[in-house]
């Protein structure tokens, strides 16, 4: 049965409910610095395998960028 998740401010239609993890690695940023928020609350990196995307969910991802 399809979820219905907030991510990055769009309204997107998941499969299933999936870990922070498994959904970062899926869009191919596993590995790279960012920084993730679920339903208002920043995760640690440390969390992302245990912190579970359901539906109703908020997510923001966003990554740092340089310069000056």
């Given at each position: 049965?399809?979820?219905?998740?907030?991510?990055?401010?769009?309204?997107?239609e998941l499969?299933?409910?999936?870990?922070?993890?498994?959904?970062?690695?899926?869009?191919?940023?596993?590995?790279r610095r960012?920084?993730?928020?679920?339903?208002?609350?920043?995760?640690?990196?440390?969390?992302?395998?245990?912190?579970?995307?359901?539906?109703?969910?908020?997510?923001?991802?966003?990554?740092?960028?340089?310069?000056?």
């Amino acid at each position: 049965m399809p979820i219905y998740v907030t991510i990055n401010g769009r309204n997107l239609e998941l499969f299933e409910p999936i870990s922070l993890e498994h959904y970062i690695e899926e869009r191919g940023l596993a590995g790279r610095r960012l920084a993730a928020a679920h339903n208002g609350d920043v995760v640690p990196r440390d969390d992302y395998a245990e912190t579970i995307i359901n539906d109703g969910d908020t997510l923001e991802i966003v990554r740092p960028v340089g310069g000056g």
